[in-house]
């Protein structure tokens, strides 16, 4: 295998998580190497990285590792869904739609809006002592890394306020200044999100904390998945709505975008309640913290 063709395979490998590849990369390097690193293999085996996130081997991690790994992924999937989420308040309720002739989307509106509420309480409650317990985990280590990454959760949010809030005063009203600046804007916030979330993500790996902060914010992780799942549904519901009702109104009459719409928010949904429900499995487990289960 030539060293393109090696290097290929190991960025193909890097969307596996972490234990998976210290398992099965070697050997997956071998397979790839006797049958040729042709395209398809490689978007094959890309493929495959999704479904082992989202339900990878339980032997290859003990309970502690199941409840973090899960968390990770729920809150990745939970913050793409609050995202997203935002951006439909932006584009719908904050452009005044509403018609008595049609209640279904105002009551979607009550819904989203509620369990979007809901779900972000739940998040920070059940997220926060686990944070503080990392954080001071983190200092008296002197793990400097793992401190940076851990504040990184107020540092993105508050730098794109601060970007928004400068661009803010050029452009009054980025939704009606055309659409690249509303795009940039989202762009921006997304990828904010991005690094707070990657920095919680890459602290949950350094420092493998357990006990019951983790437990807890499992459990935590299983309602807020559930709550998102909710708001999700109620701004496809409203989505549909505005595109058959109000097809005049603010554009909504392409399809193809409700569409997109529907499947970014049925994967983000799916990804967050099948891994939020492992997580709570693995709290119930009986195997010993930190040892893998026997015949799991």
Do not use: K, N
């Not at 590849?21 to 978007?43: K, M, Q």
């Not at 290859?60 to 913050?79: E, G």
């Not at 909710?230 to 519901?237: E, K, M, N, R």
Request: glycine fraction near 10%.
């Amino acid at each position: 295998m030539t060293h393109r063709a090696r290097a290929a395979v190991r960025a193909v490998l890097a969307l596996y998580p972490p234990a998976w590849r210290e398992r099965y990369g070697d050997e997956v390097c071998a397979l790839v190497e006797d049958s040729g690193s042709g395209r398809a293999i490689l978007l094959g085996l890309a493929w495959r990285a999704a479904p082992v996130w989202i339900s990878p081997p339980r032997q290859l991690h003990d309970r502690d590792a199941r409840m973090r790994a899960s968390l990770a992924t729920v809150l990745v999937a939970w913050s793409a869904l609050t995202g997203v989420g935002l951006v439909f308040v932006q584009l719908t309720q904050l452009q005044g739609f509403a018609t008595p002739a049609h209640p279904v989307v105002g009551w979607s509106y009550t819904i989203f809006d509620a369990a979007l509420a809901s779900s972000a309480a739940v998040a920070a409650g059940g997220g926060l002592p686990l944070w503080l317990q990392m954080l001071r985990q983190a200092r008296r280590e002197h793990q400097h890394r793992a401190v940076g990454c851990l504040l990184l959760a107020f540092a993105a949010p508050a730098a794109f306020l601060l970007a928004a809030a400068v661009a803010l005063r050029v452009v009054h009203h980025p939704e009606g200044a055309g659409p690249w600046w509303f795009a940039s804007f989202a762009g921006l916030g997304f990828v904010a999100v991005g690094v707070a979330v990657a920095g919680q993500v890459a602290a949950l790996r350094t420092l493998r904390p357990s006990g019951p902060a983790v437990r807890r914010a499992v459990g935590a992780a299983g309602i807020a998945a559930m709550t998102i799942v909710l708001a999700g549904a109620a701004s496809v519901v409203a989505a549909t709505g505005l595109c058959l009702w109000a097809r005049d109104f603010a554009g909504y009459h392409q399809a193809g975008i409700l569409e997109a719409y529907l499947i970014l928010v049925s994967a983000a949904a799916a990804t967050a309640a099948v891994s939020a429900a492992r997580g709570v499995r693995a709290t119930s487990c009986r195997g010993a913290p930190g040892r893998p289960e026997s015949g799991a």
